[in-house]
């Protein structure tokens, strides 16, 4: 029983970094989509340069936002390895969601403003899930020492009920009072 409180503990830590990572996605995809239309309205940039613009505007705003909320508990230990792995992901990021609106535009030829938002928005989202997985597993990894504890007690919970288990056969087998 205890076991599987452990593993309900870790799914509710991953569904509240899911959260804040995504509050502050939802934000960073405000800025980006603002920026987007903003540099897209006010100069003559073609499409994929004014949302390349916007994508590096929210990746500044998104690492602000993941490292002081999103994983501000994780280690903060090697900060120049954590922002080189961010702007790697990142970039990387940036490809996928710019060269979705990259096909579109110049591919099929979708370039109205409306086909242009909805396919930066396809890209941001097809972008967003290697995000999610690059960055918890790379970039803002959790601390060793709290991974450490949590591998222990689940190990000493499970060798707590096993020998509870051992004891309690043993009780019943010598004809004693199991209770």
Known sequence: MAHGSSGQARLRRVARELVRFGAVGGAGLLVNLGVFNLVRHLTDLPVVRASVIATVVSIVFNYIGFR?????DRDKSGRTRELTLFLLFSAVGLVIENGLLFAATYGFGWDSPLQ??????LGIGVATLFRFWSYRTWVFRALPAKEAVAGAESFLTVAEESLIGEQTARKAKAGQRVG
């Open 116 to 121: 242009s938002n909805v396919f930066k928005f």
């Open 68 to 72: 002081y909320f999103t994983y501000r």
